[in-house]
């Protein structure tokens, strides 16, 4: 089985040390959050991950959800863990006290995500979208709804799901087929088919509210006509208690390479009774409240299984004895841990987990302040940021976790390959997160064309990223390091110019080098909170210097050997698309 401890003291690190963002700690109603608390919940988070949660991922994997006599049936042992999770109150961490919750920052409730992706991502599937389906009814429900459907999904009685998919329709919503009939008193008929569905049936709550996407006869064809509605598998009474069975039916689940104790679900809606969300036809806006937020959090899934990746090479490294490293004096083979190219692999691990958490540290400020800032200006300015960054996060994240827990395989040998150490699963398990919640590729297409090509949000993030040169650029521990960022910062600039001038003369240019793009941000990204864990540890180093240490280490590793990837990235981005157009594929 897979190890995994919680690597409380470095999320701790970060809330303690780079909480830097001036409008965060602005925001009222965080003030009392403070570091003892912070240590305290992580802590018990720790200990549920390690007891509970990590066993549930292989006992998922070998006794996958089974879809029998009409019903979905979890894994062994998930009802007895899910029970004690919402007992002990995790599924209300971040929601709103006004409905049961604890009111808890992104900034913290993200360290959450992370342990629970990396103790067993198929179990935290079944609340994870429950959480989604709370932001989004939070924010476009009217109250009535709210009142009803949020006590039960914050206590995690209730769960959630996203109807999106169509089996001819996934990236493309306009194409989507389901229907939505306006009854007399104001509620609507649905019918179609939904594929795909995470969590769509199963046997761990009361009730299963459904988020569907639908269109409404007569309503514009497109993604312009799409409309959301309120859908719970048993029909809640005006008391709030459950009532009869709606019309909605599993029809069968899906056989997968990974996360098989997550049911995906045929969910076929006869005649459902369902609840307008926000205004006809305006649906699909409604929806991408949850799916952005969805995205960021599928991010922080490819995070959390890098570090459990990570941490379980690293392990096996320490124990493996394998040939003679280099000025060896043992007459006995080494601990591969010895071998410069497997700590090479291992600092690969590292750098790029570390620099995720701290980037994902970043962001979760900024949403914190997008979402609860008094200063209207100051909550959209950081907006702005959160949607540049949220397909960064999400792709870039999530094919960094497929680098690493493939590299944690090389690390394993052939008991990589072979099932009893568990690490092949944390590669199949990553493998759907570059898919779901919209294609990495899809997310590369929206980060050039709709963040970056048409609008300015782009100046104001370089203008943090220097910000962080200017503060390091005329100290002499830091300064080689900001030379760095900053000439691979104008690299980043001159690929941007580049889009723009190809984007009037050679569209296919442009579009296939969208993933290139991505990739060259997100290593620009990932230098700038190195650079600002480096700074931070040179002024704390007398604190905790064996800590520190590590992690100026670790960062000039990263600056040596993995920033320089972004030319590479550019280099082969703008040779440009003649030769990938031109082929005929016969
Ligand atoms: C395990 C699992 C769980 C899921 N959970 C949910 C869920 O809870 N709710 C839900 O609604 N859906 C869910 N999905 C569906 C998932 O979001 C879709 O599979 C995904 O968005 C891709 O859609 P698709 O499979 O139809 O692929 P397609 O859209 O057919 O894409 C096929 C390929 O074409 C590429 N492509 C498509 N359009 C373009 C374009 N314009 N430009 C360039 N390339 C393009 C894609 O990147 C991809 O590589 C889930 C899927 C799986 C496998």
Redesign the pocket.
Known sequence: MTIYNAPVEEMMFLFNHLKDNKNYNEIEKYKEINSDLVKDILDQAAKINKEIILPLAKIGDEKPCVYENGIVRSPPGYKEAYKKFIEDGWTSLSCDPKYGGQGMPKTVSTFFEEMLSSSSLSFKLYSE?SIGAYNCIIHHADQKIKDKFLPKIVEGKWSG?????ESH????LGLLKTKAIKQNDNSYKISGQ?I???S?DHDLTENIIHLVLARIPGSPSGTKGISLFLVPKFIVNNDGSTGSRNGVNTASI?T?MG?KG?P?CVLNFENATGYLIGTENKGLSSMFTMMNLERIVVGIQGLGISETAYQNALAYAKERKQGKANNSKNKEADLIIKHADIRRSLMNMKSLTEGKRSLAFWVSQLIDVSLNHSDKKVKNSASDLVSLMTPVIKSFFTDIGMEITNDAIQVFGGYGYTKDQGIEQLFRDNR?TP?????N??QA?DLVYRKILNNKIFEKYISNLNDEIKLCVKNKNLSIFAGKLEKYIELLMNFTSWLKEKYNTSKDDV?SACNDYLKVFGYVSLGYTWLKILRISHEKLQVNREFFEDKINTAAFYFDKILPRVQSHYISAISGSENIMKTKFN
Do not use: N
Not at 161 to 165: A, G, N
Not at 169 to 172: F, K, L, P, S, Y
Not at 435 to 439: A, D, F, H, N, Q
């Open positions: 979208l799901t996203m109807c999106l998919t329709c996934g990236t493309d939904k795909f569905i995470t769509g899906e997968k996360i997550s995906t759907i898919i779901y919640e919209g294609t590729s899809v297409i579009s």
